[in-house]
C-alpha cells in the first residue's frame, strides 16, 4: 500500500540554520503531496502541497519539489527562527482516495 | 479564518465505556474525516464521510466505532466500549471537495485517555 517515509526526530538547529527534512513516498497512483505541521498545543495545519511532478509548493519561506523520478518531497527553509520549532508531518493522498497518509512526524527544535 | 473546533480537547474515560467526541466542520465543508494519533505513532486515517453516509474506512474502524451527522453543522465519532489502546489523539478535519480534490483541515484534537 501507499506509504510516507520521513527523517527520523528531533533536529535540533540554532536559528538562521538551513533546514531539510527528508521526505519519500510510495504510491500505486500519482498522488499529491504535502506538508503539514503541528505547533505546540494546537492542530495539523498544512504548511504547502504539490499536485504534479516538478510542482514547488511553498509557504512562510518553506520550500519542497515533488520529485517523481526520486519518489520524494523533501522539506527545505533557508534560515530558521525559533518561532518554527514545531512537529512537520510530510503526506500524501492519492487521487481517488479520501484518505490523507501521513509519515510519522519529525519534530524540531530551534534554538536561539 | 473559519476552523475546524473539537470538543472537549481532552477527556478521560473507564475501559468499557461509550465516548463521544464532538467537531463542527468548516460550514461550507461537504467531506468529513477522522484520524487518529497514538502516542509516539503515525496520525492514521480511520473514516470519511460524505453525503450522510461512510465513504471510506480503515482496519481500525471496526464495529466499535461510529460516525454520525446528526445535524447541519456537528460531526461525531463514537467508541462503544472503549479499551485501552483506543487511547490516542483523535483528529476531525473537513474539506470542501474530497478524492484528494482540495486540502483537508484539522481540529485541533481531543485527547482521549482511556483508564
Known amino acids: 500500500g501507499d506509504s510516507v517515509t520521513q527523517m527520523e526526530g528531533p533536529v535540533t538547529l540554532s536559528e538562521e540554520a538551513f533546514l531539510t527534512i527528508n521526505c519519500t513516498y510510495t504510491?500505486?497512483?500519482?498522488?499529491?503531496l504535502f506538508w503539514y505541521v503541528q505547533y505546540p498545543g494546537e492542530g495539523l495545519q498544512l504548511l504547502l502541497k504539490?499536485?504534479?511532478?516538478?510542482d514547488k509548493g511553498s509557504n512562510k519561506g518553506f520550500e519542497a519539489t515533488y520529485r517523481k523520478e526520486t519518489t520524494s518531497f523533501h522539506l527545505e527553509k533557508g534560515s530558521v527562527q525559533v518561532s518554527d520549532s514545531a512537529v512537520y508531518f510530510c503526506?500524501?493522498?492519492?487521487?481517488?482516495?479520501?484518505?490523507?497518509?501521513f509519515g510519522k512526524g519529525t519534530r524540531l527544535h530551534i534554538l536561539p | 479564518e473559519p476552523e475546524v473546533t473539537q470538543t472537549p480537547s481532552h477527556q478521560v474515560t473507564q475501559m468499557g465505556q461509550e465516548v463521544i467526541l464532538r467537531c463542527v466542520p468548516i460550514?461550507?465543508?461537504?467531506?468529513f474525516y477522522w484520524y487518529r494519533q497514538i502516542l509516539g505513532q503515525k496520525v492514521e486515517f480511520l473514516v470519511s464521510?460524505?453525503?450522510?453516509?461512510?465513504?471510506?474506512k480503515s482496519e481500525i474502524f471496526d464495529d466499535q466505532f461510529s460516525v454520525e451527522r446528526p445535524d447541519g453543522s456537528n460531526f461525531t465519532l463514537k467508541i462503544r466500549s472503549t479499551k485501552l489502546e483506543d487511547s490516542a489523539m483523535y483528529f476531525c478535519?473537513?474539506?470542501?471537495?474530497?478524492?484528494?480534490?482540495?486540502?483537508?483541515?484539522f481540529g485541533q484534537g481531543t485527547r482521549l485517555t482511556v483508564v
Open positions: 478535519a473537513s474539506s470542501e471537495v474530497g478524492r484528494g480534490g482540495t486540502e483537508a483541515f
Open positions: 504510491a500505486t497512483g500519482y498522488p499529491s
Open positions: 504539490a499536485t504534479k511532478a516538478d
Open positions: 503526506a500524501l493522498s492519492d487521487r481517488g482516495d479520501d484518505k490523507i497518509i
Open positions: 460550514s461550507n465543508h461537504l467531506y
Open positions: 464521510f460524505y453525503n450522510n453516509e461512510i465513504s471510506e
